[in-house]
């Protein structure tokens, strides 16, 4: 963005503005909005700001000419410290069991400890299979997300790892070769596939919280208040009819 028109910073509302703003579609914030290509919505935290007549305006002229309208939202903050401190704890825990799984099998011989470690791979490549599917279709239910997150990220760490040892204890095995590497790389991606998922999670949430915070006390185009009631009338009868649509587009 090279610049952005600001309404409340060029209109304070504190000046005698009344002859600028006296008819809706001359006033500065249409023939603004009339040159621009894009209209930032950006919410407040107590209240809605549709619940101003003229914000509503705004709103309604941008559809009415065809703008792109968005919603600013606060960069993904809030929650990550905690999901980076989770991701640690599992990497480690996952890490410490691989290696206990790993060194505490005990077969009569090699070839069977070599098969216990395939054995314990397959079966959590099932787990780690189930939470793919279970991170697509959970998309829409926060905690949800998160907790098919943790546990797809723990299980693909635990398989990662478990090549990894197992690698310095079976590389002299005749069946471990150059395709034991590929499946190691496939672990790890998914492993950075939850990660990615999770941030994906995050970033939901907050752009969840700002349409929140745009619907919260929001009564109506008609239930709108204005500092002068003429103006407040005068943008009913612009709007007319469209009413019912532009409460639709709110909500």
Not at 61 to 82: D, E
Not at 143 to 156: D, E, I
Not at 181 to 195: A, R
Request: hydrophobic share 50%; net charge positive; with cysteine.
């Amino acid at each position: 963005v090279r610049a952005a028109w600001c309404c409340i910073l060029a209109n304070p509302q504190n000046l005698a503005i009344s002859d600028l703003i006296k008819e809706p579609r001359t006033s500065p914030f249409a023939l603004a909005l009339a040159g621009a290509s894009q209209l930032m919505v950006v919410p407040t935290r107590k209240t809605s700001i549709y619940r101003r007549i003229w914000c509503i305006y705004e709103a309604f002229l941008a559809v009415k000419q065809g703008k792109t309208v968005f919603t600013a939202s606060a960069p993904v903050s809030q929650g990550v410290l905690r999901s980076i401190a989770v991701g640690v704890v599992l990497s480690i825990t996952s890490g410490a069991i691989a290696h206990w799984s790993v060194h505490t099998i005990d077969a009569d011989s090699i070839e069977d400890d070599f098969n216990q470690v395939l054995c314990v791979v397959n079966t959590s490549f099932y787990f780690l299979a189930f939470a793919y599917l279970l991170s697509i279709i959970s998309e829409r239910l926060n905690w949800f997300s998160a907790l098919v997150n943790c546990v797809g990220f723990a299980v693909a760490m635990f398989c990662a790892c478990v090549w990894v040892f197992s690698f310095f204890v079976f590389r002299k095995h005749p069946t471990w070769n150059a395709s034991h590497l590929k499946t190691e790389s496939w672990f790890v991606m998914s492993g950075c596939y939850f990660v990615a998922n999770e941030y994906d999670r995050l970033r939901a949430a907050g752009v969840m919280r700002e349409s929140e915070a745009l619907k919260a006390g929001y009564v109506g185009v008609h239930g709108a208040e204005a500092s002068v009631e003429a103006d407040r009338v005068r943008i009913l009868e612009e709007i007319g009819h469209k009413a019912r649509s532009v409460n639709r587009s709110i909500n």
